[in-house]
């Protein structure tokens, strides 16, 4: 007997998508397109650095996605395409509609590093996230110390915003440093893992702000090798993924411990996450 | 032959060894430098040195004729390059390739191996810090074989 | 909703009685009114809640006898309407359909645009809710109301409710709302309140909590009440209290629970638990939920349904190609610690009003206020864990 009951609230209601125009699509990598989205209709989003929105594909589904763009320009979504949503996502060109929901969630402390050194350490995907949070960085550089960008991928085809990186490398107020887990293609550069680059970096522990997002093994080992250079543990920031059903608060899905990630997170310091994610299946 | 001030300052596994043990070092050590694309070790050959690398990148690698040469590992600056020299069968397991210029010291397995028979002290902090490098290279490796950034199938 | 209801003094000046024939001129009135009515009623062995036509169609004359995985109405020997606790339903399923349509859209333009839903819904009138059910309520208006977002359907379906409590005579074998502090005597939100008095002639207090629920007890035949029925609805109330079917030490659960996380006794639930999820389905707070997106055919339509879900179910932590929560063991450990634990540093309140619903109808016979105790008596093993 499974009746369903029928819609009673309002249209403009926070689980009904807006439609937003597909405006510039990128491939990044051989499963990763970036897109520049803009409101179909009405006000823009006002997007912090470190949130998300919810993408919805019509009539397939929508995911919760990172916004990578800079947070004062249009938005902008770097997404891999790993399920029918994703690929759906992925595969829109300029002129279609995707929904859009949010944006959700908390940010990174961009404001709260003014004056020390800033850390963004990132791998795979995780360096999409954490773009918008280098874009407020930069476009306040004088307010910052030494602004360090360390990126790990898997192969080198498999690193985001390429030419980005190789611009951002060549400032002289920017330290780079990219590694990939093996060399492949005539690959001149590192090869090893994120730790060790954050070993290599210079910055001060004693003053520094550390964010990291990435797949969560690849945190928890980078978030080890910032503590082993002496950052405490509130200084590290991470980006914390869980199921996601509504980013409102009312799916109880996202739930960390005590926490809902779309309304606690997804942005939290180490000294929380680590005692959560020590107990196994929490 | 460079001073052991030039040793302290490249090798940060030798960082903190005593003035006499780095003496013993220095007996057998030279400089030497490659040009881009040069090896420095081949795979299958007898490993008779090891090299600290002063200056420039070095890639590890193992060539598969599929996929040609692909890179496991890079050493940089005041890191260890080679470690098959300790033990027998003393042969190189990988390739390694200098990209762009490199300057290292290029140490004498054979003559430092008589060394640490000679002395077991020196032998004991020479294989204490090599086996520290070995540590951190295994743990790179491990977290690489965890293959964190694949789709998670 | 209704202005909220002051009790204390107050309630004497505005207590009055009613015979059995006045409750049936309250369903009356509240159809009349345009309230859809929904009350409890006996289908299938059990009290379940549904539209109520007249007062003919209470669980008239029934009681429930529960225990752990056991459910059975047994005749009483009076008409008691209200003679009973509670069954499988909650009230839950109104405020919050278990299949609802957030949305419909259609194709438009290139792009898409979310429709204005159709309107016509009757506002609800629940007459039977016991304390617990009303702080369960309580709980779930937490949830989807008071948050930085609403939630649209809960809030419209929640507005206009029409409240018609019962003081609980008859607690049964599971429940512990003495111990979680919900009950059995009603309080907060609600228009009218009802006590059921046997004692003597079968009769109601009533006491109105709102203005729109004095407006309605003025529509009925009553009369005033008296001193002495006061005492008799006192006695009725104060005698449920002392029989509570189960206790449980609610003190700190949060912190023990947080401590416990490695606790033995999690494996020794799990060999039990068939994580079947009947208990997230009758519990009257569990709020988790999940969303189908669909499309018509064609391809020109699409809609959001939004379903109940269960934390018990791999699907509901599942991320990146696999469960957070593969284990039955975790599964169930992260159900009660968020009922009794983390529900406090999410929403600020105990997400258990202590019903006894979970217990009745778990067919392993689980019993969460057992768990809790060997939870809190293990508290040395559970430390030595840290």
């Known amino acids: ?282 | 032959m460079q001073t052991i001030d030039e040793l302290i300052g490249e090798g940060l596994v030798f960082r903190g060894m005593s003035p006499e043990a780095l003496e013993l070092l220095c007996g057998c050590g030279s400089n030497v430098r490659f040009t881009d694309g040069e090896r420095l070790l081949r795979e299958g050959e007898e490993a008779n040195v090891f090299y600290v690398i002063r200056h420039g990148r070095v890639s590890l690698e193992a060539f598969d004729s599929a996929r040609g040469a692909v890179s496991i590992e890079t050493i940089g600056e005041g890191e260890v390059l080679g470690w098959s020299w300790l033990f027998p069968p003393y042969r190189w397991h990988l390739d390694a390739r200098a990209i762009g210029l490199v300057r290292a010291t290029r140490f004498d397995a054979a003559c430092l191996r008589e060394k640490c028979e000679q002395d077991p002290t020196f032998g004991y902090d020479l294989m204490s810090r090599f086996a520290q490098v070995l540590i951190e290279r295994l743990e790179s490796t491990q977290l690489r074989l965890l293959d964190v950034y694949g789709n998670g199938r | ?386």
């Open chain 3, 1 to 386: 909703m209704a202005a909220p209801g002051r009790r204390g003094d107050a309630r004497r000046e505005m207590a009055a009685v009613l015979d059995a024939y006045a409750v049936d001129a309250l369903v009356a009135t509240l159809w009349a009114r345009g309230f859809r009515v929904l009350g409890p009623t006996v289908r299938d062995g059990a009290v379940v809640y549904d539209e109520l036509q007249s007062a003919d169609e209470l669980p008239v004359g029934w009681t429930d006898v529960q225990e752990a995985g056991a459910y059975q109405l047994v005749r009483r020997t009076d008409n008691a309407m209200f003679g009973f606790a509670v069954g499988p339903h909650s009230w839950k399923q109104f405020l919050f359909p278990p299949r609802v349509s957030l949305w419909q859209a259609h194709r438009h333009d290139g792009g898409f645009e979310v429709e204005e839903p159709a309107n016509g819904e009757r506002p609800l009138a629940l007459i039977g809710v016991r304390s617990c059910e009303l702080r369960a309520i309580a709980v779930q208006d937490r949830v989807f109301l008071e948050g930085r977002y609403g939630d649209a359907d809960y809030a419209a379906r929640r507005r206009d409710l029409f409240v018609v409590a019962v003081n609980c005579i008859e607690p049964a074998g599971t429940c512990f709302c003495a111990s979680t502090g919900t009950g059995p005597e009603v309080e907060g939100d609600f228009d009218l309140v009802l006590t059921e008095i046997l004692d003597g002639e079968h009769r109601f207090l009533v006491e109105s909590g709102s203005e729109r629920g004095e407006d309605v007890l003025r529509e009925l035949p009553s009369r005033q009440a008296t001193e002495a029925d006061l005492e008799a609805a006192g006695r009725a109330v104060a005698a449920a209290a002392e029989q509570m079917g189960r206790s449980l030490d609610t003190t700190d659960l949060r912190g023990l629970l947080a401590r416990s996380l490695e606790h033995p006794r999690w494996d020794d639930v799990a060999s039990r638990c068939l994580s079947c999820t009947n208990c997230t389905l009758v519990c009257p707070t569990c709020f988790c939920s999940s969303v189908q997106d669909a499309t018509d055919l064609a391809g020109d339509r699409a809609e959001r349904i939004r379903t109940w879900d269960s934390c018990f179910s791999l699907e509901h932590s599942y991320i990146h190609g696999g469960s957070i929560r593969p284990s039955g063991r975790s599964r169930y450990r992260q159900w009660l610690t968020h009922k009794f634990g983390t529900w406090h540093d999410q929403f600020g309140t105990s997400g258990c009003v202590g019903c006894g619903r979970c217990i009745t109808w778990c067919p392993a016979a689980i019993d969460v206020t057992e768990e809790l105790a060997a939870l809190r008596a293990g508290g040395e093993e559970s430390d030595a864990n840290d």
């Open chain 1, 1 to 282: 007997m499974e009746t369903v009951a029928e819609p009673i609230a309002p249209s403009r209601g926070p689980m009904a998508p807006r439609p937003f125009h597909v405006v510039r699509r990128r491939r990044e990598t051989a499963d990763t397109w970036t897109l520049e989205l803009e409101p179909a209709e009405g006000e823009p989003l006002d997007v912090a650095p470190g949130q998300f929105t919810m993408l919805y594909a019509f009539g397939i589904g929508e995911v919760p996605i990172s916004v990578s763009g800079d947070p004062a320009g249009p938005l902008v979504h770097t997404v891999r395409a790993v399920g029918a949503v994703t690929a759906a996502v992925c595969a829109s060109r300029p002129g279609d509609v995707l929904g859009v929901r949010g944006p959700f969630g908390n940010a990174w402390p961009v404001e709260a590093a003014e004056g020390s050194d800033v850390v963004i350490v990132a791998g795979g995907i995780g360096l999409a996230p954490l773009r918008p949070a280098l874009y407020e960085v930069l476009r306040r550089r004088e307010e910052f110390g030494e602004v360090v960008v360390l990126y790990g991928s898997r192969t080198p085809g498999d690193l985001l915003f390429r030419r980005e990186l190789e611009r951002w490398r060549g400032r002289f107020d920017l330290q780079v440093a990219v590694t990939v887990d093996r060399g492949l293609d005539g690959w001149r550069g590192e090869v090893g893992v994120v730790p060790k680059l954050v070993a290599d970096a210079r910055f001060d522990p004693d003053s520094a702000v550390a964010m990291v997002c990435g797949p969560e093994i690849m945190m928890r080992f980078a978030a080890d090798a910032l503590l082993r250079r002496g950052l405490p543990a509130a200084q590290v920031h991470v980006s914390m993924e869980r199921n996601m059903r509504c980013g409102l608060g009312h799916c109880g899905h996202c739930q960390l411990g005590p926490t809902l990630i779309c309304r606690d997170g997804p942005v939290y310091t180490w000294d929380a996450v680590e005692p959560r994610l020590a107990v196994r299946e929490l």
